[in-house]
């Protein structure tokens, strides 16, 4: 076998690794019962060790950079499938094994730590392992690239191509322009909706409407499936396998809704991706920002676009005709689309959700830089909660404590999340020189818009860097403005042009 | 690491390669979207390759081999798991690779083919097929043991222990003295109970009560789970993680409960294993006959019962008041105790059904013994459902190709069924002298019958064999007087005593 055929070996080996764990992940997360998880733990930890030896073997490192040797004589794609086998394996052989136990070790306690903290309001208890893994993170970037700042690194590890230089000038963006325009919005005259919002909606009835949703949105069911968590999610295997979760609340219907479109954005993405990169590295989604981009598209310029409901408006009124007496498009419109300075990420509105990420960001990116400790944070949070919205946290689980994403090791992850959102607005800002995107929407011809970007973006996998897929479709390299202006004029018309 | 050691770390790595493809088909079953399944073939078979490898490699056979060599040495559990690896392994290391991947390919296309020749009534399309399977499964019955009757070899595959001298005996007695009886009560008077039979259910409800009966009957829900799936089944990776599935039929509302109880028979029977046996090769039921005796004590022998009715009649009334007007404890009892002589063995009733099995093993029997020939199957199909059950099939699709069974190279299968419900009527004759069992239905306190059965059956998992078990529980080997006994004294007083 000569070294190519030998890489495709490996990697076709990897990825059926990396397939069964999934499928497994899919059960774990939807239905398994409680007692299961001990007894699953012993497996998934035989299997991890497997494919971990598959990757980072001495036989898989030395055939990774054989091929890495040779990367000028490989096509395009080949190419960039050597460059991520070889970070992948870049990352892992630099560090210890000792560290590594220890770290995977620490990261499986602090999860029911970081539970308990958060449940009973009580920092200090998840402090110690909060800064270990802080203090790890830096230490794992700094054994990849002793030569680059460590958040750099770990940021580039979460979207590819993206330091602390292209996300200061991201953030600064929104400090100098949105900030100002969000307290004026949340000072504004506002209707209340909230005894519509927290009215009480069958769930059996909101399964119905999310059903209908998916045909809607043209979602394939013959190569996928939607199905009820606590935690909404996207799952894939490959493109004639792609699942999402919504959650459904009996008292608060927008939340299965625009979990189920937001879930559908990144269902959409992977269904789109061209079949030929299932057996190589270069299958899914490119990037965490570009899919987070997919999935706000659907959820905000799609789903809570007046458009949207003046299409949809009639078949939910069918499924709640009593919670919805007298209810026209633009209440519903007004509904959606409500702003208000609040505590928790998860629960933000478009308008307000940024800046709930650029907090995150501040903190991340001076904890790795050795600005502040640990035990700083949850002062540090509640100052920038009221510098950014207005609001002061009353206690840690409404601040420092409510995300699982650090507990996780998931350091340079967040600022993905607002860089989606603003790549969406980014891509929807050329998409409608191209395509009547109002009129599609309130035509329910999304199959249009799929298809656009389908072309545009979807196909391509992994093949591309978010970088080159920006440029690609929009022509000019990451540009914030066009998520401000988005904003602005959105919430302009909806609160301040009276 | 010594050679126990070495054994032990493989037994668990090849477990581990089980859950994983237990999970996988627990998904296939149940929810998998249809177009997931080209690629999950692929995947299945680069895992399957490394199982193969696992059970069956140079060194594995080795490792086997030294441990067998040493077998008296072990203690009893030890002895065990070797004399079942070391099967494993000589079923598979004297079959020539050729003629092995030929038998896995020919089982593959036979599925389809046969799906194909009973939807189309086509025996001919299969026919070949069919007459390669039995060859192969002969010739490799042939290969594992030169001196033995391939039958035997075949049916001690189903059920350890068991040859056609035992089996031979038991359809004998069933010949001579269930179907006399049979054909008396067929001829008997009854009541009508089409109409409500075939009454229109609604699924959601009966959803709800095939939870009540989990609940009832005793299921760990924290330990399991129930779902539905065109065919029913139960699945399994450890007592700590068993699940179960049931059919919904809006027009025969009894599908739905006697699929679930017969299920959360198997199922009971697994959630009641030690955990001691979870890392070895002595985990779950210990054959096929001994768990159908576990679904059929449950289905028939607690679920037939005029006492479980009495107990839950009254939930049933409550979900379905409409449907169940009038209707008293009596008219259950007969309703769900119907006999009929019918053309599809898994539609046919408890008095009725072990004549479909003895059909098989005749037609098994004489075709591994090479008495008949293909060609001859449809006509002694037909002739021998007259003499046992006296009606003709009309035509193959409800003759010779009705089973999934033979097309999937289950050559020996058939016998466990009839076999496992005899079983149970002798456990049962045990269990009525050391507990008050009627009571303990009527009264709803089926926890003492399913610690009954955990104690002198369940929690032994695999480590004895189904000829040990029924020695300990019942003091005598199997004997198929107390089924003939039992259906005899159950349908005389439905049908003959008045």
Redesign the interface.
């Known amino acids: 076998m000569n070294l190519e055929q030998s890489f495709r070996e490996r990697v076709?080996?990897i990825?059926?690794y990396i397939?069964?764990l999934q499928?497994?992940g899919?059960?774990s997360n939807t239905?398994?019962?409680?007692?299961?998880f001990?007894?699953?733990g012993?497996?998934l930890s035989?299997?991890s060790k497997?494919l971990f030896m598959l990757q980072a073997s001495p036989e898989a490192v030395k055939s990774v950079n054989e091929m890495y040797d040779k990367i000028d004589t490989f096509d395009d794609h080949l190419q960039r499938e050597v460059k991520k086998a070889k970070k992948t394996v870049d990352k892992i052989v630099n560090i210890p094994q000792a560290e590594y136990i220890e770290y995977q070790k620490l990261i499986n306690d602090s999860q029911i730590i970081w539970e308990d903290a958060k449940k009973n309001n009580d920092y200090d208890s998840f402090k110690e392992n909060l800064r270990k893994i802080f203090a790890f993170n830096k230490k794992f970037a700094l054994y990849y690239d002793a030569n680059a700042n460590p958040y750099d690194t770990l940021l580039d590890d979460y979207e590819e191509g993206m330091s602390q230089k292209e996300y200061d000038i991201f953030f600064n963006t929104l400090k100098s322009d949105l900030v100002p325009f969000v307290k004026e919005v949340l000072k504004a005259d506002k209707k209340d909706y909230s005894k519509f919002l927290n009215d009480k909606f069958d769930v059996k009835k909101q399964e119905l409407f999310c059903d209908y949703l998916t045909d809607v949105l043209n979602f394939?069911?013959?190569?996928?499936?939607m199905?009820k968590s606590v935690h909404p999610f996207t799952w894939n295997?490959?493109p004639?396998?792609v699942?999402f979760t919504t959650k459904y609340l009996e008292n608060y219907v927008l939340s299965s809704i625009y979990a189920a479109i937001h879930e559908l954005g990144h269902a959409t993405y992977e269904q789109q991706i061209s079949t030929e990169f299932?057996d190589t590295l270069l299958n899914g989604g490119t990037s965490m920002g570009i899919h987070e981009s997919q999935s706000r598209f659907y959820e905000n310029i799609i789903g809570r676009s007046h458009e949207f409901w003046e299409a949809h408006l009639p078949k939910f009124k069918e499924l709640f005709p009593e919670q919805t007496k007298n209810m026209t498009v633009d209440d519903m419109f007004y509904a959606v689309n409500q702003v208000e300075a609040s505590m928790i990420r998860i629960e933000a509105d478009e308008l307000t959700y940024p800046l709930h990420i650029m907090l995150r960001y501040d903190i991340e990116r001076m904890m790795i830089n050795g600005e502040i400790t640990v035990d700083e944070l949850p002062k540090i949070w509640i100052d920038k909660m009221e510098e950014y919205l207005g609001i002061r946290p009353a206690n840690d689980s409404e601040g420092v404590l409510q995300d699982v994403h650090w507990s996780g090791g998931m350091i340079g992850y967040f600022p993905t999340y607002a860089l989606g959102t603003a790549y969406s607005a980014q891509i929807y800002n050329t998409m409608k020189k191209e395509l009547d995107v109002e009129r599609l929407i309130k035509e329910n011809k999304i199959s249009k818009i799929n298809e656009w970007l389908k072309d545009k973006l979807h196909k391509y996998g992994s093949s591309k860097t978010p970088k080159e897929l920006l440029l690609m479709i929009t022509n000019e390299d990451f540009n914030p403005k066009y998520y401000v202006e988005y904003l602005k004029e959105k919430y302009t018309r909806l609160y301040l042009s009276k």
Do not use: F, M
């Open positions: 076709k080996k990825k059926a397939y069964v499928v497994i899919w059960d239905e398994a019962p409680r007692n299961s001990k007894r699953r012993e497996v035989e299997i497997e394939n069911r013959n190569s996928g499936l199905k295997t490959s004639d396998d699942r299932d």
